[in-house]
């Protein structure tokens, strides 16, 4: 190859490689819209929870859903990154070993970002965000406390609280009010009825209003169906708003006070009476009854003073 002709192919290589590594990590790398995961709280070490969490999740995963598959590497490369390294190895100069480099980082970071459990960043100290593929949070997380809280067996350390985050949205209050309406009628539009109660926690982000956010979507889940009820002490389902900077995370959950705030060494201290309450199932929670607050104007002053 002409030395000028291979000097302005590694310029072009290198400009192409330079924009990419300037584009900001979105992406799937940092928390934001449209993800679904697992958001973990941990006690000061963001880097053994990570590692906990993979491997919590990976084997009750496995037991759910089966072992991975994970197709070869070299399918994952699209046709003009294949073309690339083959150029590459027509060069054995530092700079075209820097690019293949490179490119071999892109490529194990495609490979991550396919992965059924995938770390990425939260937005907020001693919290982690484990992004999920084709599995559902909420079920998987479900199984995951109901197995603890029944074996009273202790698998994890830094770990405190695992909340399945089942959509998430951008933090203001009209997004949110649109997202839900759609995203409630699954538990909550007519026929369904439950009890419910709303919990709210906000990290870095100071635009948003507690009591307000709680009462619009308690209106929302009203307007489903007005028979939805509030309830405080042993509702069938919890909604959990957890907002972080911009980003709002969402997820209705089962059992959330039997157990213990989905807190995993709470459930494992948890004493013997829990036992006479049993998790629920997708069966038992449409014929399980609890205190229901008679109409919507009650609800909205109970969730008002609902208690984080």
Known sequence: MAAPEAAARKRRLKGHFAA????????????????????????????????????????????????????????????????????????????????????????????????????????????????????????????????IHT?????????????????????????????????????????????FQIVYKARNNSHMNREEVIKELAGIVGSLNPENKVDLNNPQYTVVVEIIKNVCCLSVVRDYVLFRKYNLQEVVKSNKDDTQQNPSNVSEEQNSTAVKPETMEENLKEVKQEQE
């Open 20 to 147: 990419r590594a300037k584009r900001p990590r979105g992406g799937g790398r940092q928390l934001e819209a449209g993800m679904r995961g697992i958001l973990i709280t941990c006690n000061m070490n963001e880097r053994k929870c990570v590692g906990e969490a993979y491997s919590l999740l990976g084997e009750y995963g496995d037991l759910l859903y089966g072992p991975e598959q994970l197709s070869e590497p070299a399918e994952r490369l699209s046709g003009s990154e294949r073309e690339e390294e083959r150029e590459e190895e027509d060069d054995d100069d530092d700079a075209e070993a820097a690019l293949k480099k490179e490119v071999g980082q892109i490529r194990a970071s495609t490979e991550r970002q396919l992965r059924r459990f995938q770390s990425v960043e939260s937005g907020a100290n001693n919290v982690v965000f484990i992004r999920t593929r084709g599995i559902e949070p909420e079920n998987l997380v479900h199984h995951i406390l109901k197995d």
């Open 151 to 195: 074996t009273k067996k202790k698998k994890t350390r830094v770990i405190l609280r695992m909340l399945p985050i089942s959509g998430t949205c951008k933090a203001f209050l009209e997004d949110m009010k649109k997202y839900t309406e759609t995203f409630f009628e699954p538990w909550f539009k007519a026929p369904n009825k439950s009890t």
